[in-house]
């Protein structure tokens, strides 16, 4: 089974259960997590159930499309149910089914795996999952976000496509996975893989790239005193992003390293606030949607 | 007695394997200690625990609580009764209250007053009336971590998926988040089905037949069982290794075993490296063959069964192949940097804030251990070592295998010193400077080893101190509570004649010049000072000496604890002895007049009497002997040479008079007790220590 196919087979799954299909943010970010359609929407009372495919840039993983393992950006399918179903690990080992990952012949376990991200104020409790000792999915149940409680609890589910993909095509060079017949992940990724490579590592302009982070706070900050969640938040996902390529490029020292990750936390954290604020101002509009659907009943 | 057997069973999602044996143990506490308050007897009770399910078998329980026969007091007799000797309102308020009526009062006497009783009859429960309180029970388990789900608001380990409670076949009626109990639980989650518990003696064997091994100890001898048939058909040996068999066993409910093997070009990598990397990712044994070298091969544990374990090892190998191509690509860059390439980046790499980068630490850990090396009388070549050894400690921390298994800290630093030429003592020192790395470790073997990691571990204490970082309850981020053991037990071991103050003192030299404490000097020795001293008096007492004499033998400060530890047996002995209560009364009064004043000299001309004369010569030819055998560990010696003052200060005292009016003459008299002070000081503060003789005696 080929990429592309994983990602449709995974989108048929997702939908069935009510998900909303979303396409990738247009804001660069080093997870699916990051997307708003998570780290905000998982936030309150609402329900939430979604699903999409994340281009995720990791700009120290970069290895000039060398490596067989590791990418700059590689993609992540991402899963968020609010509140968390009971059967949500049956539904997840059925998608594997639906991928051609029959149980009975492999050994899968869910391995205790607390997720934390200090950057973003959150924290859950889960598992990576194991296919034959092989990393292939992350599983959390969000228990704080932003600094703010999680409630109700939302279950993510983060699948590493080209992990899962290597398994399934039974490759052991990324660069050699089909992503639909007769087309790789090489031929569509290889040069950007180099390029973004170069550039991070020894191209990019630190000064610039320093200004920019503040600029991007300040631009933050202000959008946020204006109660404009959405665009602020952006402009955090973009902090975060120079961030990392400045902390690739190995030009932030230790102590500096925990003050810039501060800064980013302290952002993230208003925005968490703003967002419940603004969406309560709102009156919680797709919660009532489903109180609705309740009465319908 | 009728009895019953009960099954609770709670289902839930993969809890994680390092909780699950302290969980177990807290069912079973908890679950006797119910049964006791609830007052149902039982026969047995038996716990079980997989990483999806914890449950509980009871055996042969009561069907009902003994009926129970009480007396109530109530008032004294004098209040029950009126003038009249009439019941009074307070006793048939009593009464009532116990739901009897006034006539069913008696008398009895307790401590010579008369009070009113009734006897109280209660008729016991049934069980089945009591059962549904074992939720209480279940909410009661504590987790190190709990979570959230759904809607709820329970904190717990993982999800409840289900709940099974079964008083014999009929259902124990009870609700915990959402989840009603049931008679049905769930197999292996792929092998097994969802089947109906018929009776809970059977609960183990229905388990059992859906692929699920329900108690912990039986998986894991089927481990072991596995691995030594995997031992014995290859020909290998699989060392034993408890922690990983213990997590194996909790990771999986239908345990197969089976082995995978890599490419041979792997085993160029230090195997150490590679035991890590196969133990910590991936939870796999290491393979040995019979002169105990490393194989090509792994040894997992699938949770299934023993079908298609080919595409599974298939799997795992392919994994392994991924995480050692890391491990040799690391193995290979890392020796490309040179060592001096590495001590440049340790520039950059912070210690504490306060305390500078991890560069700044090498250069005062060198020094100490320059110092050190000359406080314990090292030669040449080995002091050269033991500083080359701590200039370069820490230059494997920037390499990449100990960026990726932190575990490996001075185990790859000895490998790499050695590839880039370093001598063999050189080369151990590096890994030895961290030992011993928790309780029970092996300590430094060699003399360069322990010094350094003596230097090593002083700067961080004292540094730490220095800066306000004083460990307090669970909070000890910097390990200084261990560290500290570490020094005291490697001065033990190696039987070094110095104390904690003079390596205070040497640390203090090194650190006052750089200004980073934020303490003041004296703050930081008295903090240091009581530090240690905590640390060798929980030492003195594991080996069973009491705190009296603990507190004796410490009163002139921390050296070698073999010589100390023998200094206290020996006390401890003495004083069960007639013979010690005159010694000790000799040097109590030479204590409490010593505090009058303070050594200023002696001069024997100022001398009047014949026994203060005889006293100065005898504290003068035993002094030199004495310091000899202290300094030689000689317990037993050095004690009877104090013993040999006794007379002559008894002696001194009945015909002297220290606090004479001339001042002159009383100043002489207080020097030369604060001298004889000093001296017993040495071997320990006699005036602490308790009179046990009458209690032996």
């Given at each position: 089974m080929n990429i592309q196919e994983m990602i449709l087979t995974l989108q048929k799954h997702w939908s069935d259960q009510n998900c909303i299909l979303m396409q990738a943010y247009d804001v660069e970010k080093g997870a699916g997590t990051m997307s708003p359609m998570t780290l905000l929407r998982s936030l309150g009372p609402e329900p939430w159930n979604v699903a999409y495919v994340e281009p995720s840039r990791r700009p120290a993983d970069g290895r000039y499309g060398q490596n067989p393992n590791r990418l700059y950006q590689h993609h992540q399918f991402q899963v968020i149910m609010k509140p968390s179903p009971d059967n949500i690990q049956d539904l997840y080992l059925d998608s594997l089914k639906k991928l051609g990952i029959d149980p009975l012949q492999h050994d899968i376990r869910f391995v205790e795996d607390n997720w934390e991200n200090p950057t973003l104020g959150a924290a859950g409790l889960g598992w990576e999952v194991w296919l034959d000792g092989m990393e292939i999915t992350q599983f959390t149940y969000f228990q704080q976000i932003g600094g703010l409680e999680a409630k109700p609890v939302a279950v993510e589910i983060t699948y590493g496509m080209e992990r899962l993909a290597s398994y399934i095509q039974d490759k052991e060079n990324v660069f050699e996975l089909e992503w639909t017949d007769g087309v790789t992940v090489g031929d569509i990724f290889y040069q950007p893989e180099w390029e973004h490579s170069k550039y991070t590592f020894e191209e990019s302009n630190t000064t610039m790239l320093f200004d920019l982070f503040t600029t991007y706070e300040q631009e933050a900050k202000q959008t946020m005193e204006k109660g404009l969640v959405f665009p602020a938040y952006d402009y955090v996902l973009k902090c975060s992003h120079t961030f990392n390529l400045l902390d690739a490029k190995g030009v932030i020292s230790v102590t500096e390293r925990t003050a810039y990750i501060g800064r980013v936390r302290n952002l993230a954290r208003a925005i968490a606030k703003l967002y419940v604020e603004e969406r309560e101002r709102l009156g919680f509009p797709m919660l009532k949607e489903e109180g609705k659907q309740n009465e319908n009943n | 007695m009728k009895t019953t057997n009960i099954l609770f069973e709670i289902g839930l999602e993969e809890m994680p394997a390092r909780f699950l044996d302290d969980t177990e143990k807290q069912l079973h506490v908890k679950t006797i200690e119910w049964l006791d308050s609830v007052r149902l007897p039982y026969q047995k009770v038996e716990t079980f625990v997989t990483p999806r399910r914890l449950a509980v078998v009871i055996e042969g329980l009561a069907t009902k609580q003994e009926d129970m026969e009480e007396e109530a007091r109530g008032p004294a007799k004098k209040i029950a009764l009126d003038q009249e000797g009439n019941w009074s309102k307070a006793a048939i308020g009593f009464s009532k209250g116990q739901g009897k009526a006034a006539d069913d009062i008696y008398f009895k006497t307790i401590k010579d007053t008369e009070y009113a009783f009734v006897k109280k009859y209660t008729e016991g429960k049934t069980a089945d009336q009591l059962l549904s309180g074992f939720k209480d029970v279940i909410l009661s388990l504590t987790f190190p971590k709990n979570m959230r789900w759904s809607n709820g608001s329970l904190r717990f380990i993982r999800p409840i998926r289900w709940l099974v409670a079964l008083n014999d076949q009929t259902i124990i009626p009870f609700e915990i988040a959402g989840v009603k109990t049931s008679n049905q639980t769930y197999g292996h989650r792929f092998l097994g089905g969802k089947v109906v518990v018929d009776n809970p003696l059977n609960y183990e064997e229905l388990l059992n037949s859906q692929y699920v091994i329900a108690d912990a100890k039986k998986r894991k001898a089927l481990i072991k069982e596995q691995i030594k048939e995997l031992e014995k058909t290859n020909g290998w040996i699989i060392p034993e290794d408890q922690e990983l068999l213990e997590e194996v066993s909790q990771l999986v409910e239908y345990p197969t075993a089976f082995f995978g093997s890599f490419s041979q070009?792997?085993?160029?990598?230090p195997k150490e490296a590679l035991i890590t990397s196969m133990k910590e990712h991936q939870r796999y044994f290491p393979v040995l063959n019979n002169e105990g070298e490393l194989l090509q091969y792994f040894v997992a544990v699938r949770n299934g069964n023993d079908q298609h374990l080919n595409t599974v090892a298939k799997g795992n190998e392919k994994v392994l192949k991924a995480r050692l191509s890391d491990a040799m690509f690391f193995y290979q860059e890392d020796q490309k940097q040179s060592i001096e390439q590495n001590l440049k980046k340790l520039e950059r790499m912070v210690f504490q804030e306060s305390l500078g980068t991890i560069s700044d630490k090498v250069n005062r850990v060198v020094k100490l251990t320059s110092k050190l090396a000359d406080l314990i009388g090292a030669d040449n070549s080995t002091k050269e070592n033991a500083v080359r050894a701590a200039q370069i400690s820490k230059f494997d921390l920037v390499t990449n295998m100990v960026n990726e298994f932190t575990k490996l800290q001075g185990v790859m630093g000895e490998k790499y010193a050695s590839l880039f030429g370093e001598n063999e003592h050189v080369a151990k020192a590096i890994n030895e400077h961290y030992m011993p790395r928790h309780a029970n470790d092996a300590l430094p073997q060699t003399t360069e080893g322990a010094i350094v990691s003596v230097a090593d571990k002083l700067d961080t204490i004292i540094g730490c101190i220095s800066v306000g970082i004083i460990p307090t309850g669970s909070q000890d981020p910097y390990a200084l509570r261990r560290q500290a053991m570490g020094v005291l037990q490697i001065l033990q071991d190696k039987n070094w004649s110095i104390t904690i103050e003079e390596l205070l003192n040497v640390t203090q030299d090194i650190h006052q010049p750089l200004e980073i404490a934020t303490n003041t000097k004296e703050e930081v020795n008295q903090s240091v000072s009581a530090f240690f001293y905590a640390r060798a008096a929980y030492i003195l007492k594991e080996e069973g000496i009491e705190q009296d004499i603990i507190e004796a033998v410490l009163a002139n400060g921390i050296a070698n604890l073999t010589f100390t530890i023998e200094k206290a047996q020996l006390l401890a002995e003495k004083r069960q002895q007639d013979s010690f209560k005159p010694v000790q009364e000799a040097f109590v009064r030479v204590i409490n007049l010593a505090k009058k004043g303070k050594d200023t000299g002696v001069n024997i001309d100022l001398f009047e009497n014949k026994q203060e004369q005889e006293l100065y010569e005898r504290y003068e030819e035993i002094k030199k002997m004495f310091m000899k055998q202290i300094q030689l560990f000689e317990a037993n010696e050095a004690m009877m040479s104090l013993e040999e003052l006794t007379d002559s200060i008894h002696a001194f005292f009945d015909h002297t008079m220290v606090m004479t009016d001339n001042e002159a003459v009383k100043k002489n008299r207080i020097s030369l007790l604060n001298q004889i002070e000093s001296l017993m000081l040495e071997f320990a503060d006699l005036s602490k220590i308790e009179w046990k003789q009458q209690f032996s005696s």
């Open positions: - | 070009e792997f085993l160029t990598i």
